[in-house]
């Protein structure tokens, strides 16, 4: 058997929420696992495929080609390895003691990995990047993809143990108060989670082909953080309105709490149609196409497409509340929200999504100092 990278299904990892408090979630996790379980270190970058059969190439895992001369950094270890197949992330490296998941996740996302430019030099300097293998699918010629993880994990450590190519961090656990402790661990120092893995677990279960398929072999249990934010304004597409829901999106808000303003923070895509009408609902009787910009603080030019179609009036009285769920706290440097740019650096979310409706008043939103205080405690652990 060969693998083709054009016909390999990556696996990928079921998403299970669990409180990091109720200790029956931790045990219901070893029990699929039958008592044992892979705790893997989840790391925020780009999933990577790498294959040294011939010579280095380089994919993402939707299978997009990636020149190695945009990682420079990397090209000594990539010719060292093994003849084989890995898949893994590709990630800032550490660099200094503190390093956060922000900036493991902004070294990546600053690199062009198609096309290499005059920068690459420099970026390879300041921001290094790393690759952290958690599987090896083909190695020498030997297709590991139909063994246990346990076996192949083995195999990992003894193959892949260069200065920016290494097996991502696991450990062995066997108590689900081990397992619930390394999440609150995880969790408080601001990691990006973790995936727990079944030691007996396969790749693949097809003879014939490597299909990594997704089940509860692979747990992921990822940080995820919540927000109460104000409505202050709906979009609408033109695909949405065919299918006759009231709204698709919506502009969220942190309240100042010292300028007694709103400060834009993300556009929500709303999740369902029934989700869309309770929203608008909400709304219906305090909406105009005219902007509240005496109580919003928006940027001097909000891009096209990012207009809001309506907008609430008097959103201090009138914005209903909801809890939106995150990934994390971003910081780009390049955004056309407001939320924190009075104190210097404009915050955002990455991957937002919708929870619930709350019963609160618009002014006891999420305040921007409070996102302020949580990036700076993030930073700072």
């Known amino acids: 058997m060969v693998i083709t990278i054009d016909e390999l299904k990556v696996k990928k990892p079921q998403e299970r929420k669990i409180s990091v408090d ?175 893995k079944n030691p007996q677990a396969r790749y693949s279960s097809s003879a014939t082909e490597v299909r990594g398929e997704r089940n509860d072999d692979w747990l992921k249990i990822k940080r995820a953080v919540t927000f109460d934010l104000a409505v202050v304004g709906l979009y609408q597409t033109e695909a949405r309105q065919r299918q006759g829901w009231p709204c698709s999106n919506a502009l969220l808000c942190t309240y100042n709490d010292e300028s007694g303003l709103f400060e834009t923070m993300v556009k929500l895509t709303i999740p369902s149609r029934a989700v869309a009408e309770e929203m608008y609902e909400k709304v219906r009787k305090n909406i105009s196409e005219k902007i509240n910009d005496t109580v919003v603080t928006y940027t001097e030019r909000i891009p096209a497409g990012k207009v809001p179609l309506l907008y609430v009036v008097n959103p201090l009285q009138n914005a209903p509340v909801i809890e939106v769920g995150a990934m994390q706290v971003t910081a780009p440097q390049d955004s056309w929200h407001s939320c924190g740019r009075t104190y210097g650096q404009v915050h955002s979310l990455r991957h937002p999504v919708f929870a619930r409706f709350r019963e609160k008043l618009p002014v006891e939103a999420t305040t921007t100092r409070q996102i302020v205080e949580y990036v700076g405690n993030e930073i700072n652990l």
């Open 22 to 196: 109720n200790n029956d979630d931790f045990t219901a996790v070893l029990e699929l696992h039958q008592g044992r379980t892979f705790v893997e270190r989840k790391y925020d970058g780009y999933g990577i495929i790498v294959d040294t059969r011939d010579d280095v190439q380089l994919y993402s895992l939707s299978k997009s080609r990636w020149n190695p001369a945009c990682v420079p950094e990397l090209q000594q270890d990539l010719d060292n390895l093994p003849r084989g197949v890995y898949i893994g992330e590709i990630v800032g490296k550490e660099t200094h003691p503190g390093f956060t998941h922000q900036e493991e996740f902004g070294a990546v996302t600053a690199r062009n990995l198609v096309q290499p430019n005059e920068r690459i030099q420099q970026l390879a300097a300041e921001h290094p990047l790393e690759i952290r293998v958690y599987d090896v699918l083909e190695l020498e010629g030997r297709v590991l993809a139909h063994t246990p993880r346990e076996y192949v994990r083995s195999i990992l450590e003894e193959t892949v143990h260069y200065d920016s190519i290494l097996p991502v961090e696991q450990r062995d656990v066997q108590r689900a108060e081990q397992l619930q402790e390394l999440t609150r661990r995880c969790f408080a120092a601001g990691k990006e989670g973790f995936v727990v």
